[in-house]
């Protein structure tokens, strides 16, 4: 009989596969096997039963890796369950800053009791006059399951999409019908639209900072939906509030949630959501069964199909 504790709810679809040979602890130090989804563990004290940590999700700058790998802990997680649902809200992203969507909803709103909002209207639209993607260059930073499909909607879009990784070749962005950037700041300098699309990690902590936000268009939207700790917030604030960047949507922060006081807060150029890229029922679905197969085959000696180095 092994023992399991959840950091965070994990979908019951795949929660539902465990069987009496698995039993729920609320006792993480006497778990066999630990799962999270977005819960901080870097403060934990890990059981001496621990074996596995099933991540419900891609990122894992939630887990103390150097600890587990000094432990013998196994660390797991499901990349690309969530990646179709991330992608969509960076297209979403792009469509409420390019079209100033929210602005309009807004302006609606406010004159909804008004008898003559239809005349009003007429008058006012032209100041959410927006842009259309078809025919914008779309710098996507980070070519994994997420930005690799970001891209290739972008181009059924009509859209011509730059693309940054240099773990990735020529010749497979080539295949991908992505125009390769030798560098950071080539991306962003193309771009009208930037996505980033990268995991948070020591080489990627406050990459794009000020001098690389100083490269890009002024008229150029940025979208993170990666991770907080990316995109330097002073410095985006700085570019957003001097018009040296048209918009940002971003759904995530260094520190989440990032209460309304934070400063972008009171930008109209700047678009924030709640982290909830993976939040849909499909994504979840697909986290909690890839997890629990996972679990399964740990438990049991087998190693994950996505392990964590």
Sequence with gaps: ??????????????????????????????ADVILVRSAKMHEMEFGKNLKAIARAGAGVNNIP????AEEGIVVFNTPGANANGVKELVIAGMLLAARDVVGGIQWVQEFEEDGDIAKIAEKKKKAFAG???SGKKLGVIGLGAIGVLVANVATHLGMEVYGYDPYVSREKMA????EKADCLKEALRAGDLINISVPLNDSTRGMIGSAELGVCRPTAILVNTARGGIVDEVALYEALSRNELAAAASDVFAVEPPGVDMPLMS???????????????????????????????????????????
């Design 65 to 68: 890796l150097d600890k587990c």
């Design 131 to 133: 842009t259309e993607l």
């Design 175 to 178: 295949t991908l019908d992505i």
């Design 267 to 309: 930008l109209p150029n700047f678009l924030p959501t709640p982290h909830i890229g993976a939040n849909t029922e499909e994504a979840l679905y697909r986290m909690g069964i890839t997890v629990v197969e996972d679990l399964f085959a740990v438990l049991n000696g087998v190693s994950p199909r996505f392990p964590v180095p």
């Design 1 to 30: 009989m092994f023992k399991y504790h959840c950091l965070n709810p994990i979908s019951a679809v795949g929660m539902n596969k465990l069987d009496e040979n698995y039993v729920k602890t609320e006792n993480a130090d006497e």
